[in-house]
């Protein structure tokens, strides 16, 4: 580049254009975020998804405003092994096994997730190749694909795999969403079991199912089902809605109706997942970038030298730390005195919770109070020295301490300010904005489930891992910008954006009056005599009519090649992705033994 600044530039990637390549639902998504980013671009819809044509599962070149081209290329994975589309991506890397836990068997998104978050990954592949090029690096090609998110998205529950003691709660079928006396669908959300006792006594429940149930319900994050009594949900049925939201207001807790797709076009406001806003005029930079000679900047860690604060918690932000620093940033981890309680969740790796460890390993932790104001101080003067501080505290808590936007510009103008939330400010009066409720509230639960079937928001955590990514992205965008301007940045991002990134087809479907949901038996896995296999959704017709039930799960697959048909082995138990051959010599373990996934991207 002539000069990282350019003093014009509103957006990052304005003066730079595209043409992106491959099927839609991952082409529309990178298309769509780099119009968003500002810049201009094509679109041509190709990549094989039958089997029969190309790898890829896109392609996309950014050009322009003083930077070398830059590629991206998406694969959908082991193309030998069957890994060609959507369908075989979640089947292979276990996204089916851990979706169905509630059912009790492997289970497909009818959503396009993977594909999805594969798009993602493109764009942040582009945008730190771009960053990493304004810092003096040569990046000029990244390589990701669906299966590497496919991976991603199920990192947690892999991890445990590999722990030292069983599953924090049972897993076994059951779980949300409940029904009341009057027909309507509705999840339930609380993280005090107080609320949830007070919930269910106030609705008459057997005492002991409440006790029962607290602890799959809490879980259910980390395990994907909630095998609690069967009398809760005879319990909700004996209600109607209003009875059960009166109860709901009186202890505490919160419920939410699952609105349809229908429902949610109608009020969507076409905002974008994130929003970037500069914070104030051109200073020079006093963080951890401005210590690194652009020499030092390494190609394949587009972000070496930068620094990250993260205050998060659960899954959200610390995602999304966690892959600046797989793009080679520093992150120190802000955790509570006595460090964050959920390093003990279970189940444990070498004493460290393995959940903990997949979103959490290689980062630094410094213990902070933040109610006490000489540690809010320390908070301030660490964010003079960092590049970007990123958390996912409560609505209003971070203006609440001191530690908004504006008041951590004061301590260093040219900061990165990353808030990701739940629901952006974008809905008055939305419920607590955790991944079900945010699944229930937008319509997730119909689009992940085909026609005929019950609306239900999946028990695997669809949002907080999506609305990471989404993360991420817009800290890349952000860092991006204040390289091109000088400036510090606030990046806004929530799960409310991914959701309506998810459902953004279903959306578009709805809003034309057609169908929004896939059509019924969509993306169905097949059962063997020992097992599962999913044909690619191209060849799902036809390889429905052969008999597969009594056939060995490798016999089944050779028995639809040897008729032209695409299908792949469905993962049931995670542990075995150390040794597929899907993914020969991308797993691996940490430091602690938990089991880990491959970096998303590569970089040339």
């Known amino acids: 580049m002539a000069s990282p600044v350019t003093t014009r530039t509103a957006r990052p990637l304005d003066a730079l254009s595209f043409a992106a390549s491959g099927p839609p639902g991952t082409a529309d998504v990178v298309a769509g975020h780099l119009r968003l980013l500002g810049a201009a671009g094509t679109t041509s819809q190709g990549g094989g998804t039958d089997g029969s044509g190309p790898q890829d599962a896109g392609r996309t070149v950014l050009t322009g405003a003083d930077f070398r081209p830059v590629e991206a290329r998406l694969s959908w994975g082991d193309r030998a092994g069957g890994v060609v589309d959507e369908a075989t991506v979640q089947a292979a890397t276990g996204m089916m096994a851990v979706h169905g836990r509630r059912d009790g068997e492997p289970r497909a998104l009818a959503a396009d997730y993977a594909a999805t978050a594969a798009g993602v990954l493109a764009v942040q592949g582009l945008l730190a ?100 009594p069967g009398s809760l949900h005879t319990t909700a049925r004996a209600h109607p809605w209003e009875r059960i939201r009166r109860a709901a207001a009186g202890s505490g807790a919160e419920v939410c109706a699952l609105r349809t797709l229908a429902e949610r076009a109608a009020e969507h406001d076409g905002a974008a997942p994130w929003s970037l806003a500069p914070t104030g005029p051109a200073a020079p930079r006093t963080g951890g970038a401005a210590a690194v000679s652009a020499a030092a900047v390494s190609a ?52 460290i919770s393995a959940r903990w460890l997949a979103l959490n390993r290689g980062k630094r932790a410094v213990e902070i109070d933040i109610k006490a104001e000489r540690d809010r101080r320390r908070l301030r003067e660490l964010a003079a020295g960092a590049d970007v501080f990123l958390h996912n505290w409560a609505p209003g808590k971070a203006a609440a301490l001191g530690l908004d936007a504006a008041d951590l510009a004061a301590a260093n103008p040219a900061l990165v300010y990353a808030y990701t939330s739940g629901w952006a400010d974008r809905l008055p009066g939305a419920p607590m904005g955790t991944d079900f409720m945010v699944q229930a509230r937008t319509g997730v639960g119909e689009a992940v489930r085909p026609q005929g079937e019950p609306p239900a928001p999946s028990l695997m955590t669809l949002l907080d891992v999506l609305g990471g990514l989404l993360g991420a992205e817009a800290v890349l965008a952000g860092l991006l910008l204040r390289e091109r301007t000088g400036r510090g940045v606030r990046v806004d991002s929530s799960l409310l954006g991914a959701a309506d990134l998810l459902t953004a087809p279903a959306l578009a479907r709805a809003a034309r009056g057609s169908g929004a949901r896939r059509p ?67 797993i691996s373990r940490d430091a602690y033994g938990a089991p880990a996934v491959p970096d998303p991207w590569s970089f040339v």
């Not at 069983?166 to 509705?186: I, Q």
């Not at 609380?190 to 006594?201: C, S, V």
């Not at 032209?564 to 020969?584: E, K």
């Open 520 to 586: 019924p038996g969509f993306r169905r896995p097949l059962p063997t005599a020992d097992g599962w296999v999913a044909p690619s959704d191209a060849c799902a017709t036809a390889a429905a009519a052969y008999g597969l039930r009594h056939l060995p799960t490798g016999q089944a697959l050779r028995l639809l090649r040897e008729h032209g048909l695409t299908a792949t082995r469905v993962t049931t138990d995670l542990a075995d992705l150390h040794h597929d051959p899907r993914f020969a010599g991308s």
């Open 129 to 228: 190749a771009l960053l990493a090029q304004a810092r003096g690096a040569d990046a000029v090609s990244v390589r990701t694909g669906a299966d590497r998110a496919g991976l991603l998205a199920v990192s947690q529950y892999f991890a445990a795999t590999g722990a030292d003691e069983g599953e924090a709660a049972e897993l076994a079928p059951g779980g949300p969403p409940f029904t009341s006396g009057d027909g309507v669908l509705f999840e339930l959300e609380t993280l005090d079991p107080g609320a949830w006792a007070a919930f269910w006594y106030a609705l008459d429940a057997p005492r002991d199912a409440v006790r029962a149930g607290w602890r799959p319900f809490q879980f259910r994050y980390a395990t994907a089902c909630a095998p609690f």
């Open 300 to 351: 394949g860690r587009p972000l070496t030298g930068l620094t990250v604060l993260e205050a998060g918690r659960r899954i959200q932000a610390p995602l999304a730390a966690h892959l600046l620093g797989l793009l080679g940033a520093e992150v120190i981890r802000i955790e509570p005195p006595g460090g964050d309680p959920l390093r003990g969740m279970p189940p444990a790796c070498s004493g």
